[in-house]
């Protein structure tokens, strides 16, 4: 018979909004948010939008004692964001950097220069090995134009493939991040649908905060109005993922938000609401009847890798085009840079001042290296895309061979008989 | 009782050598690693620096009845070179690019415009889930000034960190490929420590090849000799490892080197001789006593975990170097761009010609561009050494927790006390 002990898991996150000299009050917030948690005492925080070192470390020292276990990750060349402040021992962490996260030469949005990623810790809760990841996604800055699905859909692939890949000798899973994805997003699908992660939000026994779940809100003294539009209310971006195991059965007993305003405070923790989720563990003995077997259709799957795959062929047409323009702005760096050269043989009669032909070099020389760059940079995308695009088509392949039900057994596998290869329901031209 | 059904796996590994336009005489040699691989019709063909798409898309044609399952990995600038050809069905693919892996304006070198990667593909073999890896390192021009010691050494950590936590679930792990590394050097002995995968030249029952398992020889027709040297007789840089689980033990029955020259061919195969391993996979019902139970002693793995952290630490000030000085080359650029900019206002007395000034300019934004991207390039490397120092310290410290016998009981680790916290036998300085 099946012994249960339930067990509690507290998880906090929260995307800090903390690019210094640029986010409001950061140093007045990060006090704040070092208040809440050596309050709250959860048993993991997932912090995501730590920019500075200093800011980690400064809350690394103010939670020593409340939470003596943590780890800041650290990629691109800002960072990844990423921190976790855990009661229990860290055992083991690792970091995947995703391969697609915007350009370097969108300045004002910036992306691309943290490092955006998915980090893992392995942390012992009770007896329990726990893999509890932490990442944060390229932002969405325009919902009708949004140049950088592609880019997030990708990102997604990344975080589920890594997830699915990663998890498998945990008892217990939990992801915690700004996903910049609503609820209904196909990346959010895809994430959910292919790791078999549960929403905090939509399994929750009891809710407390704002409407719908909400995490980037109107009522919000840092939040511009006009980002929301078309969601006046609110959009649900932050999200807390859970998934037991055959060990462990989880439930989301209560999920809360903070609300905007702080009780006795002049202004709230960040641009983002902070969400709270009260899990509980049911071990057993042989829980095989709860497990993980929460996972969705195969038919579910099927359809929703194959609205990711259309989505990053389309990133691929746009990624071509690209590539081709940086073709083109090389080679006319290339031609200009010989008329400097012309000048220098021609009899000195022309009326060009010293400032004009410097300029001019300057010009070819940057138009030059700023095409070879571009090029390397778009030809390493179209890379990723295609990989992902490959991955895709694997994992379609195998939904498909589940789908018909002509698994492959393995002597027949042997004989390497390719009409014994279900049929994909796409193909890529080559 | 156990019961013991014994089934082959036959693996190979070929660095192919297919710089197109480089590489001597690749065109015949991919014909004639066609018909090896058709001819011999190993269950899986691991096939490193097959640079160029065409080159995979003409083996995948000529080889589609014999091996119907393949992967190209994508990444990076010119793509990560690896590629699978499998008889049996590939479910699923992973790939993990290497953080670091040189330095773009090292052209002659040229490893950084190859995404030097690890790749995953999760293969059903006779009912088995076998885990195979095909991985290529960053190579080492200079044994005795390796200034990319850090980067193979960060390489080698990502790989182990890859291959502990995506092989969980699998019943047997093959991984093969160019590492780069003599048997003994420290990438080799970190990976295989903490990995537990086990070196099929060590292990195998009968060898049939270059004298020690070399892989590259003196007597091979593309070999630079003097590239070998001190190494006369030649050196081992290519692998096969394997490990079993708790369902499979693995035994290496037979492992051969092609040995240079081919019968009836003018020339050999490749630069790298190609490795075939037979595998016997020994399913048993209850294989506990076999199992993955052949990991390295804990003192090892403290070991070998604490002398590449020494190499992560000094790649760490070296890099540190690297950005201060990418920061002068930008002020100096900077500087220097105000000098066109003076004589544009000063009268027009001076001797400089156009082309002078001409040049000047570029030259100015030439160094101001360099600086500033090789300034963000080595800030990005740091954040890369930090964070394998980090994981290195937290495996480190898990280490020693087993080490002291000290581990943490569920109960007493929640209440966070860090007095209970295992001593790091390094801790670095914040």
């Known amino acids: 018979m099946a012994t249960e002990r339930p067990d509690k898991l507290r998880v906090f996150s929260l995307n800090c909004w903390g690019i210094r000299f640029f986010s409001q009050l950061c140093t007045q917030r990060y006090e704040m948010i070092g208040e809440l948690l050596d309050r709250e005492q959860h048993d993991i925080a997932l912090l995501q939008e730590v920019w500075s070192e200093r800011d980690f470390l400064f809350l690394k020292k103010k939670l020593s004692s409340s939470y003596p276990h943590t780890h800041y990750f650290k990629s691109g060349v800002i960072g990844s964001g990423l921190a976790v402040f855990s009661r229990h021992r860290i055992q083991d962490a690792l970091l995947y950097q995703y391969s697609l996260n915007g350009y370097p030469y969108m300045l004002r949005h910036g992306d691309w220069f943290g490092g955006k990623a998915v980090g893992l810790v392995i942390v012992d809760i009770l007896g329990l090995k726990a893999h509890v990841y932490v990442t944060h996604l390229h932002a969405e800055y325009s919902r009708a134009q949004d140049e950088y699905l ?11 493939q890594f997830v699915r890949h990663t998890s498998c000798g945990a008892d217990v899973v939990v992801l915690g991040g700004d996903l910049n ?36 809100i109107a009522n919000n003294h840092f939040t511009k109005k006009q980002d929301l539009i078309p969601f006046e209310k609110g959009i649900r971006i932050d999200y807390i993922l859970m998934k037991g195991s055959q060990r462990v059965n989880m439930k989301c007993e209560s999920l809360s938000t903070t609300k905007g305003s702080v009780a006795d405070k002049p202004f709230p923790y960040s641009d983002h609401e902070a969400l709270t989720a009260e899990l509980a563990l049911l071990r057993s003995e042989d829980s095989k009847q709860h497990g993980s077997g929460n996972t969705p259709a195969v038919s579910e799957q099927m359809d929703v890798v194959t609205e990711a795959c259309a989505v990053v062929k389309e990133g691929l047409c ?11 702005l090389t080679f006319s760096g290339l031609l200009l840079l010989l008329l400097p050269l012309v000048m220098a043989f021609l009899p000195c009669s022309c009326s060009c001042s010293f400032s004009t032909v410097g300029l001019l070099g300057a010009v070819c020389i940057s138009l030059l290296l700023s095409g070879a760059l571009l090029y390397l940079l778009f030809t390493s995308h179209i890379k ?6 490959d991955q895709m088509m694997l994992t379609s392949n195998d939904l498909q061979t589940k789908l018909t039900g002509c698994r492959l057994s393995g002597s027949s596998s042997s004989n390497g008989s390719p009409e014994l290869q279900p049929r994909s329901p796409f193909k890529r031209e080559e």
């Open 150 to 160: 592609p880019h997030r859909i990708v990102q997604s692939w990344e975080l589920l």
């Open 181 to 216: 994805m609503h609820p209904q997003d196909l990346g959010n699908r895809l994430l959910r649908s292919h790791t078999g992660l549960r929403d905090c939000y939509t399994e929750t026994d009891t809710f407390d905060g704002c409407e719908d779940g909400h995490t980037l």
């Open 384 to 389: 990723v895309l295609k990989e992902t695009e």
């Open 318 to 328: 746009q990624t071509e085009a690209l590539r081709d323009k940086a073709m083109r």
